[in-house]
């Protein structure tokens, strides 16, 4: 039987492949799945990383200055957002939380497209079928019933492809996602259920939650599930490949558990120092997923000096162009709030763009009865 999870510590359950120290362990049922991956597939995922936390960095300094209304850091969490993003086929459909801006990234979306809506500009910064990901999902959980119905459909239509949910810890205790997993084991579907057990579902710690491993819940649905080291990218790009093939395949949906740590706060609205011991966050610094990737590529033999800089140098970049175009955003027309509502004329929604046009041309008059009476 699994014992019950602890912050900061490790099972002997948990999958890993390269540890903090950045030696790589063999294993005979992922080390299949990643003989295409060499030092200069390793570099590449480092350097993804290293640009998705400068993103970060970036979007919490947009924040503080007053750019964002609001942002969900990522910080800890890189391995295994680029480590999943990088197993997935252009085609497969991806469906997020608000957190998954390493996923974003993956998929092209340029990095002020994933910033635009916490600043209020838009409702969401791309066309989903433009990226094959959906618009982030702030309804903790509800994007599992959608990745399970759009498997459904994949398989009704006779696809190859597959569909993958991304939620964290707290999100398995909403009825929505163990409903998708009913769905999903029931049909079979073609989804994999990706969580980012990041310990903290807000100020709520992952043992509250349950009393047992996360990656535990699934096979009661009848969904077969993998348990690997979230700060390892490695693990996490060979279970996603897993996931993703048993899917593809006909065999139905896959649960991985990603067990990582959320470093930052939850949104820069939160102080994680009032609910979580700076002890831990200790512990789990030490298992940095960017370090010990550089670690085992220094042991590799690799300049990983001139990595560094060129990693650098594609964060900075990033970063330069995300700042000026966040800043030099300019602010939508009122009236465009009723665009891209529904997909067909909607009768209500024209009534109350009726409505909300004489609202605002009440501001407009007075405007000009104003101007008119200075003069």
């Not at 912050?7 to 890993?16: C, H, R």
């Not at 349950?210 to 993998?226: K, M, Y």
Request: overall charge negative; hydrophobic content about 40%; some cysteine.
């Amino acid at each position: 039987m699994n014992t019950p999870q602890t912050a900061g510590g490790q099972d002997a359950g948990l999958i890993q492949l390269i540890d903090p120290d950045g030696r790589r362990a063999p294993h005979e049922e992922f080390d299949p799945w990643i003989t295409d991956v060499d030092a200069g597939v390793l570099g590449r995922l480092y350097t993804d990383m290293v640009a998705i936390r400068r993103i970060d960095q970036e979007g919490t300094a947009l924040q503080r200055q007053g750019e964002l209304a609001l942002w969900p850091p990522l910080l800890g969490q890189e391995a295994a957002q680029i480590g999943a993003g990088r197993a997935l086929e252009d085609d497969d459909f991806i469906f997020p939380s608000y957190r998954e801006t390493g996923l974003a990234y993956c998929r092209g979306v340029e990095a002020e497209d994933i910033l635009r809506v916490w600043r209020g500009n838009a409702y969401s910064g791309w066309n989903p079928f433009g990226k094959n990901m959906a618009t982030p999902q702030i309804i903790i959980g509800a994007q599992t019933l959608h990745a399970a119905g759009y498997a459904m459909g994949i398989k009704y239509d006779g696809g190859s492809q597959a569909a993958i949910t991304f939620f964290g810890d707290g999100a398995t205790s909403q009825g929505d996602v163990n409903e998708a997993m009913v769905f999903a084991a029931s049909y079979q579907a073609p989804v994999v259920f990706f969580c980012q057990n990041n310990h903290w579902a807000i100020s709520e710690p992952v043992q509250l939650q349950s009393n047992t491993h996360i990656a535990d819940r699934p096979v009661g649905f009848g969904i077969p599930s993998l348990r690997v080291d979230g700060n390892d990218v490695l693990a996490c790009l060979a279970a996603t490949r897993i996931a993703l093939d048993r899917a593809r395949t006909g065999n139905g949906p896959t649960f991985i558990e990603a067990v990582t740590y959320r470093m930052g706060p939850h949104t820069t609205a939160d102080d994680p120092t009032r609910y979580r011991d700076a002890n831990e966050l200790d512990l789990w610094a030490a298992k940095d997923p960017i370090e010990r990737i550089e670690k085992h590529l220094d042991g590799l033999g690799v300049d990983t000096a001139e990595l560094k800089a060129t990693a650098t140098a594609v964060a900075d970049a990033v970063a330069g162009k995300l700042r000026k175009a966040i800043i030099g955003l300019e602010d939508p027309d009122p009236m465009d709030v009723f665009e891209n509502v529904y997909s067909q004329p909607h009768a209500t929604l024209e009534r109350q763009r009726e409505h909300y046009a004489l609202y605002q041309q009440q501001f407009a008059e007075a405007g000009s009865a104003t101007e008119g009476g200075a003069r």
